[in-house]
């Protein structure tokens, strides 16, 4: 981590915007503990944010003078001219949030401030007393962090900024399925227990109780709270939040300015065009049967693996084979880079399999997980592309990638600036280039790898038809010419998708949590696609040939870019 002081503290530092970005992600730290200890800083380690609505201000006011800062910015190279774009364009999509009172109504089954509370523990050193010393005093600041959240609904409250029901319906179940882990003792409690296997004293290990158990009483008082006096309010409210609301959050998620018809219209013809293919992928595994069939054969009868240990050292395998294999071929992978844990992720979790980045110093490596949803056996058909996509080369490349370019770039680039239509397009790249190499050629792998490339399509059209109330086009096999609604949505879902009801269901709630998030990966994936062929057309013109690899790595080295830059910055390389 750069020598980085908070923004505006000294007229005498440098003004690149480098050195305004790297100031702000401390100044952001100091802010924002959870931040700190992700990125490996090494600060505030048992602390948590103020999640009153003071402390929203009080980030605001950062970004705002972080903003007049970068007015008298001056970019020195490349890296400093797509810096200083990121920045500016974050600061002022984060703006935009605050400004339409999200803070104060940011209640989300995988998003939301208790689940970033919770997950942070997961992120922490845990091998010596010392470490559990660390928890034991962050843990017992849950229940006033949970207090402070409640406050910002409270405030959301009053100004009539309000979720919409059935998300916060789902995050009160999941707020149950927090306390009834570890036989009703609590998620904490069950965390907590891990300290048996670091030799810590007995007077510790009783403090990391009492921080459990006050922890686990603070998530049922919130519980409470959202289903009495909260949830009876946000039954009045609609589940979508409506164009304008929308094209705001769609630009926290994407970098662009939407033109939200046409991504629409896009990612309507983009699940025509997969359906097709589809059925023509189900044919070949079992002849007559319809892409759904073809997945239910394949659940019931395909390569499966039993246990949760069991398929946990199977994709920690698959990682590793995919680093053996495109090292030196497609990638060029530092060192550091080729470390990834595979883990199973935590009860009460979301549905969906996810990441998380390694720390700046490569001292927490990066680590996918796997929800079991309480599976003890796994198909292997739809966990292979999803593996390419968390893991090599999706996800840890791109995200591990940058840290180890953190000398290179800002961190805010490799970090904090990241837009999900870059992270999430590029894992979605990802799956499409293992299948142009060839790698999906087991029973059902390619049929997985489309079913993954339906279900991002299928986003785009459900999250923008929920939340803005399009109108579902003719020759849908579910509600043609009505308005689409959750319930539409989820049954247009589950009709083309070999997923489990539960990822369903959970899938439908986290997009009504996080307006146009779920349109990012389809529209990324877009986006890297159209910098990639430019490339190789402007290779062409000149005469040279394309080197997808110098290619690859070039495009990992620039940091995180908006679909606003990121195809025009793709097709200079």
């Not at 609505?53 to 003078?65: K, Q, T, Y």
């Not at 309000?162 to 009834?180: E, M, N, R």
């Not at 003719?474 to 879902?493: D, I, K, M, Y």
Request: charged share 25%.
């Amino acid at each position: 981590m750069p020598d980085i002081t908070p923004t505006g503290e000294s007229t005498a530092k440098s003004k690149t915007p480098r050195a305004i970005a790297d100031r702000y992600v401390a100044a952001l730290a100091e802010l924002d503990p959870l931040l700190a200890t992700r990125l490996g800083i090494g600060q505030g380690e048992d602390r948590l944010p103020d999640l009153t609505p003071a402390g929203h201000e009080a980030v605001d006011a950062l970004d705002r003078s972080a903003l007049i800062d970068l007015a008298d910015g001056q970019p020195a190279d490349d890296d400093d001219r797509r810096c200083a774009r990121l920045l500016r364009e974050r600061l002022e999509a984060r703006l935009a949030m605050s400004a339409h009172g999200e803070q104060l109504r940011q209640i989300s089954n995988l998003f939301g401030p208790p689940q970033r509370v919770r997950s942070i523990f997961l992120d922490m050193p845990a091998k010596t007393s010392d470490d559990w010393a660390v928890i034991a005093s962050r843990m017992s600041k849950v229940p006033q962090a949970l207090t402070e959240y409640r406050a910002s609904l409270a405030a959301g409250l009053s100004q009539g900024l309000i979720a919409g029901p059935k998300v916060v319906s789902t995050v009160i179940g999941q707020l149950g399925d927090w306390a009834a882990a570890d036989g009703g003792k609590g998620w904490f409690a069950q965390f907590a227990a891990g300290a048996a296997g670091a030799g810590v004293p007995d007077s510790l290990r009783a403090a990391l109780d009492d921080a459990a158990r006050s922890a686990a009483q603070a998530v049922a008082r919130l519980t409470g709270w959202l289903r009495t006096d909260y949830l009876p309010r946000a039954a009045t409210q609609p589940d979508g939040v409506g164009e304008e609301r929308y094209k705001v959050s769609a630009r926290l998620f994407t970098g662009a300015n939407l033109d939200l018809a046409e991504a629409y219209s896009w990612g309507w013809s983009q699940y025509l065009e997969l359906r097709k293919q589809m059925r023509q992928e189900a044919e070949r595994i079992v002849p007559g049967a319809s892409a759904r069939e073809a997945m239910d054969y394949l659940n019931a009868n395909g390569e499966a693996v039993e246990g949760v240990d069991a398929i946990r050292a199977k994709l920690q395998q698959m990682m590793d084979d995919a680093i053996a294999d495109l090292d030196g071929t497609h990638f060029d992978i530092a060192a550091p880079v080729r470390t990834v844990e595979a883990r199973i992720a935590p009860e009460g979790s979301a549905a969906a399999p996810y990441y998380t980045a390694p720390s700046n110093d490569f001292s927490r490596p990066g680590r996918t997980c796997l929800p079991t949803l309480g599976r003890t056996r796994f198909p292997l058909w739809n966990l292979v592309s999803t593996w390419y996509h968390e893991g090599v080369p999706g996800h840890h490349l791109q995200m591990a990638q940058w840290r180890y370019l953190s000398g290179q770039l800002s961190v805010y680039q490799t970090s904090v600036g990241m837009t999900s239509a870059c992270g999430e397009g590029w894992a979605l790249y990802a799956e499409r280039l293992m299948d142009e190499l060839g790698y999906l050629t087991g029973p059902g792998h390619r049929l997985s790898y489309l079913d993954a490339q339906m279900a991002r399509a299928i986003r785009v059209v459900i999250d923008i038809g929920m939340h803005t109330a399009q109108t579902i086009p003719a020759g849908s096999p579910v509600g043609a010419g009505q308005t689409w609604t959750p319930e539409l949505a989820r049954e247009f879902f589950g009709m083309h998708s070999g997923r489990p009801a539960a990822f369903l269901d959970s899938e439908i709630i986290r997009y009504l949590s996080a307006p146009g998030q779920a349109i990012s990966y389809k529209l990324g994936e877009r986006g890297w696609l159209a910098g990639r062929d430019a490339a190789r057309a402007a290779h062409a013109a000149r005469g040279e040939e394309f080197d997808l690899k110098a290619w690859h790595m070039a495009a990992l080295s620039l940091g995180s870019l908006g679909l606003d830059d990121l195809t025009d910055e793709l097709a200079k390389l």
